[in-house]
Each structure stands twice: as C-alpha cells, then as structure tokens.
C-alpha cells in the first residue's frame, strides 16, 4: 500500500553484525520486524518478492567487502530505490568468554585487516583463526573454538561476551554506509542535505565518455562524491558507473543533470535520492549555481520566449 | 501595435548600397516604406526611437567593414531583437557611363580588396580612386569623376551605369549577411532551421571562462556557427562574446542552453531568434541530443520524481 | 640485483586458488620458487622486505572480493608497481570426492553468488555451506565436512576432487585480473597494447575535480578502462581515484598525461606500464592523437621555435 | 641578413595617421625609413618581397575598421611573424586651420562615431562630412573643403592645423593596438608578459570543435585574451578562429598547448610571440600550472620512466 511506512525489514545477518546495529538506528526498524538473510542478493531479492518491505545492506566500506555485491544486486533485476542511507562507525572490539589468556584470535580476513596493527603489538603470539564473517567469529568463541574474537560490539552483546579492548582499529575514523532500499517509490522529501545514487552504462571503447558524464554534472554544479566502475557481466573491461551525487532529484540542478546523463548515456538507473546521515554541512554549489540561479534563469528564459 | 507587420523600414543607405538590394528580398519592405539612413547607430536608433519599425544592417562580412559598428550599436543602448536574416551574395561588377577606355577607377577600399586580382589581370594600368562607399563610387561615375567604379549591380542599375564586366569578386562565394532588426517582441515561430544570436560578457582575467560558455552549448549540442570577442569600451582586453548558435528560444536545447549561459556569465543580451537564410539543411544535433531525446528525458525524470 | 628476472614469486594462497592458476601460466613463475601468502597485504610486504621478488594479487572482479584489498595495500606502505597481468578466465566445476548424490555444497559466498542459477536448476535441495575460500571449500570436501564444492579447476585437481560439472558459472564470460607486483623499477618495454595504472588524490569538495583528471586524459587522447573512487582512510567521504588508462609511460601521449595530472592533482601514485593480457586489440587513439600525430607537432613546435 | 635589426618600415599611411604615430614609439623605427603604404595588403605584401624588413599595421579596434583587412593579409600568401605590439591611446582632435565658426567637420564614418555624443553637443549644426580617412580629413581642411576635422593629434600637427578640442572621443579610453609585422624568424626573448597570437581552422559543422580548441588552451593554464571566428573566404558559415594567448612559444605551458591545437586542428598558423606593450601585470596561471609546475612535472616523469 503506498503512504504506509515500512514495518518488515530485512538485512545482511546474522543477528549481531554491524547491519543490525545500522538498522536498529532508524526508529520504524526498531518497532517492526527484523528478518536476518544470508547475504544481500537475498535480502534485496526479499523487497522485490514484498516479503519485506525494505531491506538494509552495506553499501560502501564495508568490513565484511559486501559493497560490489550490493552494487551487482541493486542494479540486476526489477529496479528498487534507495530510501535512506546509514552510517555507522567501525568500532571493532576484542571480546571473550571471559578475561583471561588470548592463545587464538578469529575474525573475518577484512576485519583482521583493519586491526593489524593492534593485534601485532598487543596480542603477537596469539594464532589467527579466519572465519566467514565477524558475527560467526563471536559464535566460534562462545562454542570454544577461539578464545577471542575481533567483532562489532553488539556481537559481543548479543553473544554474552566480555569485552577485552574497544576501539581497537588501526584507523579510528573508519565507518560504514548502508542503504535502506525498497521497491520504487516517490522519494523522501528534500532536506537540503541530501545524495542521489545511480548507474550510468556508457559506450565501450569510448574515449571520453566518462569525461560526458562527468560534464553532465559539473555543468549543473552537481558534486560527485563517489563513482565506481564496475565491469557489466558482459566481458572484462566492459563497464558501469556507479555514481553517488550531492542533491535531490526535485532539485532543478539534479532534475537538469539527470535528463543530460539520460541523453547522452546508453542506460542509466536511478538508485535513490535520500538524506545524507553525518552533521557535516553539504558543500555549497559554485557560485552562480544555487537552486536561487537556476529559478533565475528559469524566470529569465519564459520573458525571452514571450518577447517581455 | 503589437502583431502588426513592420511597415516602415530603415536600412543603412544610400540608395543603391548592398544593404537595399537586401532589403527588397523581403516582401513586406517591398509594399513599406524604404528609408535610408546614413549609418548604422542611426539605423537602430530609428527602431528605438519608433521612426522605424525595422531596420536592415550589414552584420557579417560586409563589403563595407560594418560589422563591428553594427555589433556595437545593438548592443549599446535600449534592447533590440534580430527578427529575420538576409544572405546576399556580394557579385560586384565594373559599371561605366559607356563602354569605352577605363584609364581611372573608383570604389571603396575594401570593394577594391576583393577586386585585385581582377583589377591587375583586365585594366593594369588604370588609377584607381579609393572613395567611402561603392554606392559613392558609382555617384562618380555619373559625375565624370571616374572613369568606371566597382559596385553592385544595384548602383548600376539605380545610378543608369553601363556594366562592363560581371561577377569580377576574385573569390566568387562572397556573400554578406543582413539582419533586420526590431524592438523587443515575440520571436518569429521555429522554422526547424533558425538561428540565435546573443551577446555574452565574462569575467575578464578568468582561465576558462569562455571554455564555461562554449561547454554550455556542447552539452546541449547546440552548435556554434560565429564567435567574436570584442572590447567592451571600459578598455582595451576587456571582452565580450558575440555568439551564433543554431536553434531556436522555444526549443528545449536552446533554452536549457541559454539559462546555462545566464548562469555562469555575468550577463546576457539576447539578440533573437530567426530562420536562417540559407539553402543548406541546419547540422544535426548529435546522436542523443534531438528534440526527441530532449522530451524523452523529460519525460523519464518526470516518472523518477512520482516514483513510478 | 637490477636487470635479474624475478625468480620467488609470492602470492595469495593457500595453493589450489585461482590465484596460483594465475601465476603458474608466466614461464619464470613456473621454474622459480612459488610462495602461498595468507592475505594480500602480507604478499606485497614480502615484496617491500625482499622476502619475495615479486607477487601476484588479484586486482579486479575477483571471487574472493579481494579487490579493494589489494588496492589499498598498493597505495599504503612504501611505493610498488605492477610490471605483468594476467587475466584468467573464472572456470568454476562442482566437485565431489566420488560422484554420488549431493546433499550439502561448499563454496565462499562470492563464488555461490556466480553459479546460483545454475545450483537452483541442478541441485534445488542440497544444503549451502558457506566457506572462508573456494580453496577451503575443498578442503572440507576432502574431509567430509560437504559432499561437493564449488571451486576452480585447479583446487579440485590438487585435493584429488572428482569434477561432476564444468563451467558451471551462470555468466560464462567470468574472468578474473591479477597483477604481478614488484619493488620499482624500470617499466617493461612498451608492446603496443599496454595499460598504465595509478592512483591520484584530489582535493576533496572540489566540483569538477574529477572533471579536471579526466580531461588531462582525454585531451592527450589516451583512454580510461577502468575508475575506482576510495576512501582515503581519513574519513568517509574523502576519496583517492584508482585508474587504468591504455598506453605506456614511455609514449608521449601518456607522458604528457602523467604531467598533467601531476600538475593539477594533489599526489598522483604511478603504478606501473605492463602490457594487457588480451587477445582483443586496444582501442585506436582518436584521429589526430595517434603517436605518429605527437611525433609531427614536436617537430612543427621546434621550427616555430627557431623561427623556420 | 639575419640577425640585422630591421632598418625598413612600411606602415599604414598615409603621413599622420595614427599608425605612423605608433610607429615612431619603436626606437628603430624613428632611426630607420618610414615607408608609408595605401593600405595593410600592400604594406605586408612590401614585406614579403623584401621591399620592407617589417610593417607596423592596426590590428585590433582601429578607428579606420582595418582589422579584418589585417587579419585576412596576414593568413593569406607566406608566412609572416608578428614580432611586437604598440597600443596607442586613441586621443581625437577637432582641429581647423584657424580659429573660427565651424559650420562643416570632415572625418571617417568610424571617427564620427567615436565622438558623436562631443559633436552633438558642442556643434549640433554643423555638417558632417564625411571622407575616407582622419589623414584625409585634415587635408581636405587645409584645401579649405571642410572648416574643421576629427582627427589624431599627429595629422593636425603633420598638416599645421590649429587645434580647437583635445581628447573629445565619448569613451576616453579608446586605444588601438599595432602589430609589427616580419618575415619568419626566431621569436623575440620572452619577457614575462608576453603575447602569442595563432589563426586556427577547425572542421566546419562539428558541434564541440571550438570547445576542443579551447580545451587545449585552458588545460595548460594558457589564457585567451581574444577570439575572432572569421570566414575562410570559401563560403559563409565557415570559419577560422584567430586566438591571442598570453605567454611564449618557448614557455613550456604554450609550447605543449600549440602542440596540442596542431594535433586537433585542421591547420594551425603561428602568427608570432611578443610583449605585450601594457603596464598591467599579466594574469597570472591558475595554481599548479605555473611554469615550476610544468618544471617539476618533468622531472617527476623522468623519474617514473627510469624506474626511479
């Protein structure tokens, strides 16, 4: 039913990963339903069989390396739109059953990765135990298997775990984004802060294709603040762009931007205007490239058309 | 009255110029009033003055070196807008009272520029007389001043010349291009083949300024068929950009084109817009970039904004 | 030793991944010494410590995601280039200790991810085991823990694994992309069909900068196959470009490219010149910007300098 | 003999024009011969048959419209090198034999309208007359054709004329700017704030063919300070570009940027590097593009190819 907000949601599980402690951020989540998928083909695949009314899933940056699934899954099969963004700060703890002696440490190869550093200089003997993602690493320890785990807290939480070190990565800043996606719809309302997602497929082969694309954009003073290539499927060396814009489709600047990139690309795939999630101010258009300019020359072009 | 046909015509005189032979393409300057003014401001300011409804000025390429002079005058003082454009080819011949030996030539210098090398090769030894106009040339003639002049036929005609030789431009595709000029009004319906004229000023001193402007009209694939910089009279180095491009106001193209302009210039003078006079068939814009692909866009963001 | 062809290749392990399929087709590789890595980044800092004298990554559409890994291990620590690719076609076989029925099937989430069309047609019911590696999914076919893996041809043949099916992957055109990375040095010698990698940082909330590094690119005619935006670990939303253009370093085009780049980004990484491993021809370099064209406006520049 | 400062120096005449009085601004012209020409065809045409080592004529915002003359003498026959500019102050003179009431002031069209607003006010009833040139006007007041000329002060003097008015012209800035013009040969020593001027020929009917022009331009911080489309003489509607740029050929930012334009261009025509004669401080590059960029550029580049 249209107007009735979201009240199943899916995500990546299992239940104690980073993507539930996203979700548990938006407040409809935290009334209704959560349902943990295996992976996020599945969890999308679910919005698009309405057997949820919206699934969240990393999207960049991910320390389970989910971002190019969520891309391939977004854009293959019936169109879904992003309706809200999340971002979580990556704040790795060391947990276990209880203090003691670390002789074995697991963890997802990419959260190991982001905690090299710690783990060198505090735990060095301790033998590394590579499993299939963090929240399974919290299980293997409350099952015995390791005596430590690298995770996000709330697997800690959720698995009864004493927690041993926080904050524990090399890099303190890194975060997660995850995207709130649903079947298409009217987009949120702007709020003066907001990104539009897309994929553009250009022409193989094209020497300066992109540079249109990107063209497209800076025109209108459209930022970008993230692009991907991504081979198509098709061959190696066949690409889409994934594209993350500053603004909102019912801004003029977008709305012009995105017919010029529907013009000159050979497809493009709207994925979403949503809210930006950080206290960060959005940065300001060029001059002469406020919302204020183009109503200006909106009014300027109907007095030549009517000789005023 | 507005909607009522021009009646009166001013056009830059004298009598038997180029610039009256253009005037009579026209059949509303036919059945109206012809006046001939001494030069172009004073052509314009006619229309401003409402002693004229239109006038005829030489705008490219004229014989008579008009051209900077009529860009200064349209743009300087009240607006005025290019309603139609005439292309004359400039077929200069040698006229005389009678056949006879020509020991003594006259025509404007830059008449005579386009003559030399037929001057050298038929009539070596002839003096030749430079006076201020072609028309001046051909008055003498009559008054036994000169032996023949180079003129257009027109003066030939109007001041009772024998021609002597035809068609003796050394570059035979020599042609000038007229505008007829008005006050401010509806531009003329889109003939699928039209023209737009405008004047752009920019920020002086700015790498890539002018780059800004041309990279508006490419996006949209509105081709630019004149460019010219000129001093804007603050001083020397101070320019603006007097620019052709094909299309029409009321086209989609030429509109998102124009309000580009508007925003990123410091001003913009529209000129008009007006079938182009010309047997050719207009460029076609770039694949992607017609009047189709332009309301196909509009369309597909219309559906993007009511989520269908 | 300068000028000594690498002999210890490291690369990411455990033996049986696509990875050792990868290495074992570059000849010096199949008479020196192979040395599995655990993970990406340990493979380069055996390079970086002279561990190794080489060692071959995936870079691109990896089954193991390994991607962004590798690129962030390229860029942080002191400087690498790649100097050889090597393109494998992603092959997946279903593989069994003996054939029988199938009731469980291991695999990495990544490589389920390819075949699920086809596991969904052939083996609705068995149960899916999700793995650490297609490497590892093996091995627990070996020991019992699956009754069949999803896995390369290579990782079946070393543990001894029956193939029950071939090529299984639901896109068969699958491939992955390795790069073989050693400390720097001199560039292999241009081939004709090379491709120039790098990593350039631009200042961030700049609109347009990112227009501005294509353009050094497509000015100079030299063509983008592949773009990756990355956090540049300070903070999400700050973002480094990974770039794969055509070309070598040693030709003009590319030369004058890097300088441009060099000039305009705020730090440009150069990644290596190594020739593409492909069967396709590259892309020809637009009209007027072939080599033969740079060559002839170097000359044309040298006599306009000495005024001849 | 090269090498001899050029002692010869055809210019626009005749005596008392403004060309002659930007000409006897050049040291080696005041020692030299003074050779007055009847018009800018004939003056660089002196040149190119050695009757002359070098020609000063009006380039740009001349009171007499010679520019287009200038232009199209200097792409048409050989070569020729511009190899220094005088900008003269425009400063018009009302001048008459003696003092006295003046009912009749002869002058150029393009004088007139340069002081039209000073005439209209202090001598609203006198008769314009006008004549071919302002040297030709003051002669015509001293044959007592005319009471009183607008002409430059040079002419008045040259003619022993009385003047009644100084500086009258309606926009006191007026200046026109000269170009000396040579045979081939080694450009003058850079300055620091210097001038290349260049005629480009683009394929016609190509939308984005001017943008690649100026792309090549703005991409090495070359500035354009002016751009003129002119007809190529075949037809209307087909153009050449004249362009002046600020720097030198031998600067590494323009030599790179020519080089470019030749590669992209149908044909590029090198009309010479020279001072500017300003007192304002060129315009300096945008950051990053200074020549110790280009420098440091270089060397970077030479380091990458040597495996540095």
Known sequence: MPGVPPSRFAYLGPSGTFT??????????????????????????AVRGDDADAALVPIENSVEGSVPVTLDALVSGDPLVITAEVVLPVGFVLAARTPGEVTSIASHPHALAQVRRFLRTNYPDAAIVEVLSTAAAARDVVAGRADACVCAPLAA??????????????????????????????????????????????????????????????VRGVNLTRIESRPTGERLGRYAFYLDCTGHVTEERVGEALMGLKRVCAEVRFLGSYPRDTDENPVAPPIGLGNHDFADATRWLQGLRSGG
């Open 20 to 45: 539930e402690a996203a979700l548990l951020r938006l407040p409809a989540a935290q009334r209704g339903t959560r349902i943990p998928m295996r992976n996020v083909p599945e969890a999308l695949d």
């Open 157 to 218: 939480e959720v698995n009864g775990l004493t927690v041993l070190d926080e904050d524990i990565a090399d890099n303190p800043g890194a975060a997660t984004r995850f995207a709130l996606v649903s079947r298409p719809s009217p987009p949120p309302p702007p709020t003066g802060n907001d990104v539009t997602s897309l994929v553009v497929y250009i022409a193989h082969d094209k020497v300066g294709a992109l540079l249109s694309v990107l063209t497209e954009l800076a």
